[in-house]
C-alpha cells in the first residue's frame, strides 16, 4: 500500500521553528517529486514547496521564501520541511504529496499520492 504519512505539526509562538516530516512507505521514495501544500481554515489548498527526486532542485512559495527549506534522505524514505520565523499567518493543515502546482512545479516523476496533513498552529 503506497502511503505518505505526515508529522511533526503542533502549536508554535510566532517567530519559531518546526520541522515537519512526510515518511513514505509502499513505493521507492527515490523515483518521485514530492511538495508540502497546506491549507488553512476557510481558504484554498496552497503550494508551500517542491523537491526534485534527488533533491538537488527545490522551488518555493514567495510567502514562505527564505523561511522554509525542503529537503529529503531518499535513504531513510523521509522529506522534510524546515519551518522558521513562523507567523500566525503559517497556521493552516501542512499536506505532503507526490504533486506539485503549476508554479511549483519540478522535471520528474509525479505518484498523485497524498498524505494526511498535520496540523501547525501559529500564536501571536
Known amino acids: 500500500q503506497y502511503q505518505l504519512v505526515e508529522s511533526g505539526g503542533g502549536l508554535v509562538q510566532s517567530g519559531g521553528s518546526l520541522r515537519l516530516s512526510c515518511a513514505a512507505s509502499?513505493?521507492?521514495?527515490?523515483?518521485?517529486?514530492i511538495g508540502w501544500f497546506r491549507q488553512a481554515p476557510g481558504k484554498k489548498r496552497e503550494g508551500v514547496s517542491c523537491?526534485?527526486?534527488?533533491?538537488?532542485?527545490?522551488k518555493y512559495a514567495d510567502s514562505v521564501k527564505g523561511r522554509f527549506t525542503i529537503s529529503r534522505d531518499n535513504a531513510k524514505k523521509m522529506v522534510y520541511l524546515q519551518m522558521t520565523s513562523l507567523r500566525p499567518e503559517d497556521t493552516a493543515v501542512y499536506y505532503c504529496a507526490s504533486d506539485c502546482p503549476t508554479p511549483l512545479w519540478v522535471e520528474g516523476v509525479y505518484l498523485e499520492l497524498w498524505g494526511q496533513g498535520t496540523p501547525v498552529t501559529v500564536s501571536s
Open positions: 523537491i526534485s527526486s534527488s533533491g538537488g532542485y527545490t
Open positions: 509502499g513505493f521507492t521514495l527515490k523515483d518521485y517529486v
